[in-house]
Antibody, heavy 118, light 107 residues
Framework: EVQLLESGGGLVQPGGSLRLSCAAS????????MSWVRQAPGKGLEWVSS????????YYADSVKGRFTISRDKSKNTMYLQMNSLRAEDTAVYYC???????????WGQGTLVTVSS | DIQMTQSPSSLSASVGDRVTITCRAS??????LNWYQQKPGKAPKLLIY???SLQSGVPSRFSGSGSGTDFTLTISSLQPEDSATYHC?????????FGQGTKLEIK
């Protein structure tokens, strides 16, 4: 069974940093594109970033480019999202998902809440 | 960026009704269109990919159609458990944009 488990969310002050993790199991992680999608409270879904299976190619939404970095560790079957210079508008539930890079997102993790507030 | 517009934003229907939700892309996306169902407090779940392919395990009352710029999600006979928000998403090019969502309520 494919499983994705996010961790690392929490409360952070504006301008601060946070690193999210997504632990994957049940599929061949090293060949699968992976993505982050977020959802602000009461709002719709927003794609944040994707990374190719090899990790050689990364893609970002303009709203996070230059502040967020996506990466993956094949030895740990884990994907990361390093978030720097956080803003109030980054407050959201962050989901990791298998896929992206031209294909559908499936499945999704349960999500981790990031709150940016002083 | 490709804009995705869903309609309606919300609707209310009765058990057994046929329900259709539409999604329009601001430019042609071929069949790179996916549909997700999201229930409150839960992660989205893939229903339809590549415009009309039913994801494994999804009930056959769900179907998708369309290509180019106009797409539809149809529920042939609405069930109580179908109460949810439905999102379309294009996977044609980055940024991978979503529609604003359609909230479906059961009367």
């Amino acid at each position: 069974e494919v499983q994705l488990l996010e961790s690392g969310g929490g409360l952070v002050q504006p301008g601060g940093s946070l690193r999210l993790s997504c632990a994957a199991s049940g599929f061949i992680f090293s060949t699968s594109a992976m993505s982050w999608v977020r959802q602000a409270p009461g709002k719709g879904l927003e794609w944040v970033s994707s990374i190719s299976g090899s990790g050689d190619s990364t893609y970002y939404a303009d709203s996070v480019k230059g502040r967020f970095t996506i990466s993956r560790d094949k030895s740990k079957n884990t994907m990361y999202l390093q978030m720097n210079s956080l803003r109030a508008e980054d407050t959201a539930v962050y989901y990791c998902a298998k896929g992206g890079v031209g294909v559908q997102f499936d499945p999704w993790g349960q999500g981790t809440l990031v709150t940016v507030s002083s | 960026d490709i804009q995705m517009t869903q309609s309606p934003s919300s609707l209310s229907a009765s058990v057994g009704d046929r329900v259709t939700i539409t999604c329009r892309a601001s430019q042609s996306i071929s069949i790179y269109l996916n549909w997700y169902q999201q229930k409150p407090g839960k992660a989205p779940k893939l229903l339809i990919y590549a415009a009309s392919s039913l994801q494994s395990g999804v009930p056959s009352r769900f179907s998708g159609s369309g290509s180019g710029t106009d797409f539809t999600l149809t529920i042939s006979s609405l069930q109580p458990e179908d109460s949810a928000t439905y999102h379309c998403q294009q996977s044609y090019s980055t940024p991978y944009t979503f529609g604003q969502g359609t909230k479906l309520e059961i009367k």
